[in-house]
């Protein structure tokens, strides 16, 4: 069974990837031509530059490994940055660069072994320099694209595969993060304003002795295609396709939403084209913001659209209310999560 990485950030902080300049500037900073015999000398220079390449850019294959057995939910999160194909090509022209010098150093070590005058040696040891830090200066894009990947990844929020999770989605502004950081450990912003998550947030909640439940907050989905989504949307998509576990979606009613409730229901309709088999639980936020007309007419759209969605369970709360809420969640892990 092939291995998936689900905590990409701890292992990349032992990979370090360099730029070209820091490869030239170490290379400078141990640049000799004191001492020994001509022969000697020139073979020492272009061993430097070998060593030094090859050392430093030897983390790229970790790299690579790494990339290979991630699991897809962070190549989603990756995909929002970043082109997986030009991140494999990037590696591919660094390890051909790697092949190359090592190539290069073999091949003008003999030469200049068997070369028969001083002039001779200094012009092949020359030339062997030139052609291994050009064939590294042509990764340094690379090396930059890879670099920053690398700083990226480091952000990323740690899973745990075995654990049953509920996935909590919805439009910008409608509580989710309010109920994230009611109910977990997790250390989520909480404001007026929309968007104010912006990446994935992990958090737990203990639900008994047997069962710690994994609750992975989301960022703000607008009634969009997937195609016109921002980075930040696509955060949240990549959780939603790509985890197992049960979705919450969050819907504001009330009159400073973000967006009509019509428009909340077409985003839930969007996100089962994406998923397959997973199951949608709605909670209905912000209700003691309603007035008698308007909980009436959240009545009549909730019968229109709950048909049409094909959606069985839905719960109306206030998330400022912790002990509903709490009640609530519970109630979803015993009826649908730890039965699922």
């Known amino acids: 069974m092939k ?3 689900m905590d990409p950030a701890e292992i990349v902080k032992e990979i370090q990837i360099p730029l070209y300049d820091e490869i030239m500037e170490k290379i400078k900073s141990r640049y000799s031509k004191k001492g020994g015999k001509q022969y000697e000398k020139e073979i020492k220079s272009i061993e430097l530059i070998y060593n030094i390449i090859n050392s430093k850019t030897e983390s790229i294959v970790e790299l690579e490994k790494m990339l290979k057995k991630l699991h897809n939910f962070y190549w989603g999160l990756i995909e929002a940055n970043y082109d997986k194909k030009k991140i ?3 590696i591919e ?7 190359f010098v090592r190539k290069f150093w073999v091949d003008y070590r003999n030469k200049i072994l068997a070369s028969d005058t001083p002039k001779e040696m200094r012009m092949l040891s020359r030339e062997a320099r030139g052609r291994m830090i050009s064939s590294i200066k042509k990764c340094s894009k690379s090396l930059e694209y890879l670099r ?3 700083i990226t ?3 990323f929020p740690g899973l745990d595969p075995s654990r ?10 409608a509580g989710k993060s309010t109920i994230v950081s009611s109910i977990t450990n997790a250390n989520t912003k909480v404001a007026s304003y929309p968007f104010t998550t912006k990446e994935i947030i992990i958090g737990h909640l203990e639900y008994d002795k047997n069962n710690v439940i994994q609750i992975v907050d989301t960022p703000g989905l607008l009634d969009r295609s997937i195609n016109e989504m921002n980075e930040i949307e696509k955060k949240a998509i990549s959780a939603l396709t790509h985890l197992d576990g049960i979705i919450i979606f969050i819907l504001d009613p009330s009159k400073d939403a973000y967006m009509p409730l019509e428009e909340q229901f077409n985003i839930i309709n ?4 994406l998923i397959i088999n997973k199951k949608i639980i709605l909670i209905i936020n912000k209700i003691d913001l309603l007035n008698d007309n308007e909980l009436k007419a959240l009545d009549h759209l909730l019968n ?3 048909e049409k969605l094909n959606i069985k369970e839905f719960y109306k709360i206030s998330a400022l209310d912790k002990k509903i809420l709490l009640n609530t969640i519970n109630n979803i892990v015993k009826s649908s999560l730890l039965v699922s």
């Open 3 to 5: 291995e998936t990485i």
């Open 88 to 90: 494999f090509e990037s």
């Open 93 to 99: 022209c660094i390890k051909k660069s790697r092949f």
């Open 148 to 150: 920053n990947l690398v």
């Open 153 to 155: 990844i480091m952000s």
């Open 164 to 173: 049953k999770t509920l996935i909590i989605a919805g439009p910008p502004n």
């Open 270 to 273: 969007n996100i089962k084209k």
């Open 304 to 306: 229109e659209y709950l």
